[in-house]
Structures are given as C-alpha cells and as structure tokens.
C-alpha cells in the first residue's frame, strides 16, 4: 500500500496563478483533510471531507476550494495565489468508523508563491 | 490561537531522557496523539492514549496523562541522533477532527 500520496511535491507559482493540488489515499478511508503548516504554527486545518460526497470549512478555508472527487481522491484548489499562501499543505485520511481516529498523513507539497 | 500548546525548542544530550510537555483545552477529547515529523517529511504517528488512562508505554516512549491539569507528556528513554524531528502534541475534535499543537523541535547533541 503506498497509504497517502501528494503531487505535486514543489510548486512555485506567481500570484494570481492558479493550480490543484492532488491527494490520494488507498488505505478505503472515509475521512480527508486538507492542512498547511507554517513556521512556529503547527498543522491548521483548510478543509475536510468526512465521507465522500460532502466536504466542509476548517480553521482557514478562505482563498481555498475542495474536491472529494471519489472516496480516494481529494483535491485542494488554490483559484488566485497569494504570497500568504506560501506554505507545505499536506493531506491526510482516517478512518471514522471506530476505532482510534488516527490519521495518516501524506508528504506534503511544498508551494511557495511570489 | 492554538488550542494546544507545546514549548517551541528542546535540546538534549545523546542517552538522556527527552520529555516534551503540551496542555490542551477540550475535557472532552477522547484521544490525544503525539506525532512525530522528520525533516521533509509528513506526520507519523508515534503513539496515542485514551482519555481515560493516566499512562501509556511503548518501548522508549512512556506517555503520562494528567487529565485533571489537562497536561500530557511523551518521555523518550535513551534519546538518538534519529529521534531529532519535530514532535506535535494534538488532541480529538469530534467528527475525527484533530487540534495540533505548534510542534516541538527536539535537537538531539553528541
């Protein structure tokens, strides 16, 4: 299993440049997450999916769209990027059914933008 | 704001024992975590408990719960050059929901 991919791994764009940001997960969970980590912040959530078909806001969703596109795929679109967008945004997947809730995290894209 | 809070920066010697401390707010979390992140990597878990025990452990790793400060520790005996990273406390949120901390970069010296 390769548990939780990302691609890309780097990104530069140039403000008001557009781009997807891809996570996969083969592990059959029903939870995603989308977060970014930035410096003497920790982990803050952008947006999560619970189960396929619904997604909602987190701790700083603006400037931010999602896509559960299936139950293994979930999407992060930036539409217009800014430089405070620069950041390593990781995904991550859970299981909710049960069980300890632990998630499983991806290895992040780092994006800077200019 | 962070519901979680953790020191920023630990340095220990190589064999000594590393404790990292973090304080959290929801009395209602059901499990809380440690993670641990090395350099340009995601999140791993390392080790979790339930709310309701006091102790945990798990070879070098022991665990302490206090429940009633809200005050949880994660103790690593004989600390390696490889457990240099960066460790985030976080707590369950509902709905699977996590609330990390800042993280704690563990610098282990020779």
């Known amino acids: 299993n390769a548990g939780v991919t990302q691609t890309p791994k780097f990104q530069v764009l140039k403000t008001g440049q557009s781009m997807t940001l891809q996570c996969a997960q083969d592990m059959n969970h029903n939870s995603m997450y989308w977060y970014r980590q930035d410096p003497g912040m920790g982990l803050r959530l952008i947006y999560y999916s619970a189960s396929e078909g619904t997604t909602d806001k987190g701790e700083v969703p603006n400037g931010y769209n999602v896509s559960r596109l299936n139950k293994r795929e979930f999407s992060l679109r930036l539409e217009s990027a800014a430089p405070s967008q620069t950041s390593v945004y990781f995904c991550a997947s859970s299981e909710t059914s049960g069980g300890v809730g632990t998630q499983y995290f991806g290895p992040g894209t780092r994006l800077t933008v200019l | 704001g962070e519901d979680v809070e953790q020191s920023l920066f630990l340095s220990v010697r190589e064999g000594d024992s590393s404790v990292i401390n973090c304080t959290y707010t929801?009395?209602?979390?059901?499990?809380l975590y440690w993670y641990k992140q090395e350099p340009g990597a995601g999140l791993q878990l390392l080790t979790y408990i339930f709310s309701n025990m006091d102790m945990k452990q798990d070879q070098r790793l022991t665990v302490l719960l206090n429940k009633k400060d809200k005050h949880l520790s994660l103790r690593i005996a004989d600390t390696q050059t490889g457990d240099s990273a960066i460790y985030f406390c976080a707590e369950s949120k509902g709905d699977y929901k996590l609330s990390f901390g800042a993280g704690t970069t563990v610098t282990v010296r020779a």
């Open positions: 929801d009395s209602s979390s059901t499990y």
